[in-house]
């Protein structure tokens, strides 16, 4: 039993050895162009990607479009992966990067719903299921979001809602943790004064 415990440490440390071989190996091959291996990739990191641009454009249909954007331009980001972070860092990076035109797609699809919700439908006028509907359309931190520039919502997504430090926000926006730290304050300040705004 004590064998195993002093061996524990080892297997765990040959288990995340072969885990980085495996995804060097995989980085390899996708910058050969390899179509198999950003299967891999899809596979392996889809869902955080997906996750972090749902979290960034809080649009369903943006948050696929910013994801699969991702995994096609992959081949040919590959090229200038140098290896300084994981694989799944470098593509919430490229999400960063490609953000900006499906930030402002999600903004124009909830201002055109809202202005929908707005119309009035003699029908359903005083249905509560459309005051809900009305309300949740509305939702008073999305159009906070949507007003501030898209720096400072990348830094306030990955730094509050994804919870990372400022030193990982910094490698995947590629500015120094200090910028990371300022754009967070600047968007939580503007937050701030658009939610009391907004408040009823």
């Known amino acids: 039993m004590k064998t195993m415990a002093?061996?524990?440490?080892?297997?765990?440390?040959?288990?995340?050895?072969?885990?980085?071989?495996?995804?060097?190996e995989l980085v390899e091959r996708l910058r050969r162009g390899d179509a198999a291996a950003v299967g891999e990739a899809y596979d392996r990191h889809?869902?955080?990607?997906?996750?972090?641009?749902?979290?960034?454009?809080?649009?369903?249909?943006?948050?696929?479009?910013?994801?699969?954007?991702?995994f096609i331009s992959l081949p040919q980001a590959a090229q200038r992966f140098r290896g300084g972070s994981s694989l799944k860092t470098f593509l919430i990076a490229?999400?960063?990067?490609?953000?900006?035109?499906?930030?402002?797609?999600?903004?124009?699809?909830?201002a055109a719903m809202e202005r929908l919700a707005l119309e009035p439908d003699e029908e359903h006028a005083s249905s509560p299921e459309r005051e809900a509907g009305r309300a949740a359309l509305a939702q008073a931190l999305n159009r906070a979001?949507?007003?501030?520039?898209?720096?400072?919502?990348v830094a306030f997504v990955l730094c509050e809602v994804e919870e990372r430090s400022a030193r990982e926000a910094s490698e995947i926006m590629g500015v120094p943790e200090a910028t990371v730290r300022t754009r967070l304050f600047h968007a939580?300040?503007?937050?701030?004064?658009?939610?009391?705004?907004?408040?009823p």
């Not at 002093?6 to 060097?24: H, T, V, W, Y």
């Not at 454009?57 to 948050?63: M, Q, V």
């Not at 979001?145 to 919502?153: F, G, K």
């Open 6 to 24: 002093l061996l524990m440490p080892f297997f765990f440390s040959r288990g995340a050895e072969r885990a980085q071989d495996a995804e060097e």
């Open 46 to 70: 889809y869902g955080a990607v997906r996750g972090f641009a749902r979290r960034l454009t809080g649009d369903d249909a943006s948050a696929e479009d910013l994801a699969h954007d991702v």
């Open 94 to 110: 490229i999400a960063v990067n490609h953000a900006r035109h499906h930030l402002r797609a999600a903004a124009r699809r909830r």
């Open 145 to 153: 979001l949507d007003a501030l520039p898209t720096a400072q919502r």
């Open 188 to 199: 939580k300040q503007k937050l701030r004064t658009l939610l009391e705004e907004r408040a």
